[in-house]
């Protein structure tokens, strides 16, 4: 899943960070879901700031349906602001008009969202500039059907931006459009398709047969106009059991051109109520593992999001954070004059059990969400040893 918004709000009395992740506004009082909060000993705040690679341990939880014991959590505290360097690639986000309507939508839903005017997009990509970044992955909603989206793609090019995209696909095959967008500057995309299935396909992602069928026609497109794609399925109940036969189908379709990603759903978003994503790890784990063998054998490309080592017991998984595409920051959605760093905004959703500190693969790991953790507590994240 990918980081979908932040925005100031007043909390307490004073200012501080509300991370939205694209799900909240947090001015709204009608919202429904609040963005979890870790309470340190220090700070009330989830965004306290500190010096990079510091832990801070969260006061005693309260008692989850999970265990009757008491819950103690740590979580990495990172400056919310980090440097601009030559390497550095933001978010950047067109509005979260979309074309697919996935029931597990990670988006806000908020209306001053939904559409951001294309003179103000173009006005964020000058500010960028002045800020020093020359790299921007374009995101949405699914931004190729914003209505500025090309003078969105010639500026960044006249700007000298390289940018990458996330899509859904379905407009990439469109003839010349893939081409198009290669020739302003795209160099990858990443492409939602959350199931080879058709029928499972339509269901997961809220969309009709022909634009099903749409993606893989994008796929090809962009992969023909030398763009580099990662296709990525997030797991749901209705495609359980299915992920080798995913890892076929991909290798079948486009042999070792694409890379994969699978990703474990977050319940964050407008859709984060849908019954489809309301998974335990255990009950994906044996998929998991048939995927990561199946990879294998094909010597096929394939990371994982949101899925600890110890969740599947091995410590060389490849587990990365929601960025997805090495996004160091992210450009704040509704006005757009503030950058933040997006690990900043990965600690204040993920915690870890005290026990991980034991575990090998602790300093690269994420961490779990600590809403899955007030859920179901941390027995399934057991260290991993050498």
């Given amino acids: 899943m990918l980081l979908t918004g932040v925005t100031l709000c007043k909390r307490r009395g004073r200012e501080s960070l509300a991370v939205t992740q694209g799900y909240v506004n947090a001015l709204d009082n009608s919202s429904k879901v609040e963005p979890p909060q870790i309470r340190t000993r220090n700070s009330l705040s989830p965004v306290t700031v500190a010096p990079r690679g510091n832990f801070s341990q969260t006061a005693n939880m309260a008692d989850t349906p999970a265990s009757s014991t008491r819950l103690r959590l740590m979580r990495r505290r990172i400056p919310e602001i980090s440097p601009i360097t030559s390497s550095s690639i933001a978010l950047f986000r067109l509005g979260e008009v979309c074309n697919h309507h996935c029931p597990m939508c990670s988006n806000s839903g908020r209306p001053e969202g939904h559409l951001i005017d294309t003179s103000d997009l173009l006005r964020r990509i000058n500010w960028l500039h002045e800020q020093g970044l020359r790299r921007v992955v374009v995101t949405g909603g699914e931004p190729t059907i914003h209505p500025g989206f090309w003078q969105v793609a010639e500026h960044l090019a006249r700007a000298d931006f390289a940018w990458d995209i996330n899509s859904n696909g379905t407009r990439f095959g469109e003839p ?31 969309i009709n047969l022909n634009q099903h069928l749409a993606i893989p026609l994008g796929i090809d497109a962009l992969l023909a106009a030398g ?54 790890y255990r009950e994906v784990v044996a998929d998991l593992l048939a995927a990561q063998q199946r990879a294998e054998t094909l010597e096929l490309d394939l990371s994982f999001e949101n899925v600890p080592p110890c969740v599947v017991g091995d410590s060389r998984l490849r587990n990365v954070d929601r960025s997805g595409f090495g996004e160091t920051h992210y450009l704040e959605d509704l006005e757009g004059k503030q950058l933040f760093s997006i690990k900043h905004i990965e600690s204040c959703f993920n915690a870890y059990p005290e026990t991980c500190r034991n575990c090998i693969s602790f300093s690269n790991c994420q961490g779990v969400a600590e809403s899955y953790l007030r859920s179901y507590g941390a027995e399934e994240f057991v260290p991993l040893r050498e």
Avoid at 259 to 264: D, I, S, T
């Fill in 176 to 206: 010349g459009l893939a081409a198009r967008a290669a020739d302003l500057g795209l160099l990858r995309a990443i492409i939602s398709l959350h199931s080879h299935n058709p029928e499972q396909s339509c269901l997961v992602s809220g």
């Fill in 227 to 280: 763009v580099q794609v990662m296709i990525n399925l997030v797991i749901t109940r209705i495609t359980i059991g299915t992920l080798s036969s995913f890892v076929d189908f991909c290798y079948a379709s486009w042999g070792s051109r694409a890379v994969l990603k699978v990703v474990f759903p977050s319940t964050a978003g407008k859709g984060g109520a849908w019954t489809g994503i309301q998974l335990r």
